[in-house]
């Protein structure tokens, strides 16, 4: 049985969702709250596996308590519980294990306790949900395409260049252009293979063919796409160290 804490300004909406879970017959519901700051003292009381949580919380922000919740141990798994759709990028940078609308629907909190139930099966029984969720999403990153979220695994990614504050993500199929800086996007990047060679651009290492020597000390990479990445003279030294010369 799973145990939940529900997080909502509406009372309306807290009863609906605690009627679909209890209804469920897999969730217990083992505390409630309309704030951040009750929330954050009953979840870290209660410690619940997974909390439901609004992201309008009058003038607080769901987003910013579970960042909040993050720093907990154990960490209880987020689904992301609102009538707004635009905050999904977000929710899933946060790790969120789903993202449900109102008004709630039956069969859709269903999918979201099976996917719950997958995650936990993934990894030990033992282990809190998020543990195992973050097993399961390493080496994604969600960017926001057309108002649509694509996961991309960061193996695939060859590389990404800014270009006016934008960025360009490069895979051996495709490219998406997004409004991220690459600073930010570097930060996404768990991954060890990742290495900034340019200003411009951060290469995944796994994905060079050849390393040819430039002018004035400089390189280029040629990719295994046949696509080609200047290496300037700032980071040869840390090109070098990495492939050992």
């Known amino acids: 049985m799973l145990r939940a804490y529900i997080v909502d300004d509406e009372p309306l909406a807290r009863d609906e969702l605690k009627y679909l879970l209890i209804r469920s017959k897999q969730v217990e519901i083992i505390g409630e709250s309309d704030c951040i700051e009750e929330a954050v003292l009953g979840i870290s009381e209660h410690q619940p596996d997974l909390v439901f949580l609004d992201i309008e919380l009058g003038d607080d ?6 960042k909040q919740i993050e720093s907990l141990n154990p960490a209880p798994a987020i689904v992301f519980a609102t009538a707004y759709d635009e905050y999904a990028l ?6 969120a294990v ?9 069969d859709r909190i269903q999918k979201t306790l099976t996917k719950i139930r997958k995650i936990q099966h993934i990894g030990n029984q033992d282990v809190p949900i998020r543990s195992s969720m973050k097993t399961e999403y390493n080496g994604k990153m969600a960017i926001l ?6 996961l991309l695994s960061h193996p695939d ?3 990404l260049e800014s270009c006016e504050g934008k960025c360009t ?3 051996m199929d495709h490219e998406f252009k997004v409004n991220e800086t690459l600073v930010v996007l570097e930060k996404k990047l768990t991954m060890d293979q990742f290495l900034r060679v340019h ?3 951060v290469v995944n290492m796994d994905h060079i063919a050849e390393i040819e020597p430039w002018f004035n000390s400089t390189y280029n990479l040629h990719m295994k796409d046949g696509s080609k990445v200047p290496v300037s003279r700032t980071y040869v030294k840390e ?3 990495y492939i050992g010369l």
Not at 90 to 95: D, G, T
Not at 98 to 105: G, L, S, V
Not at 145 to 150: A, L
Request: hydrophobic letters at 40%; zero cysteines.
């Open 61 to 66: 922000s769901g987003l910013s308590l579970a």
């Open 239 to 241: 090109l070098k160290q």
């Open 145 to 150: 395409v057309d108002e649509r979220i694509i």
């Open 98 to 106: 789903d993202y449900i609308q109102k008004p709630f629907d039956e």
């Open 90 to 95: 977000q929710a899933f940078q946060l790790n």
């Open 199 to 201: 200003r411009s651009f």
């Open 169 to 171: 993500i490069k895979t």
């Open 157 to 159: 990614i060859v590389y």
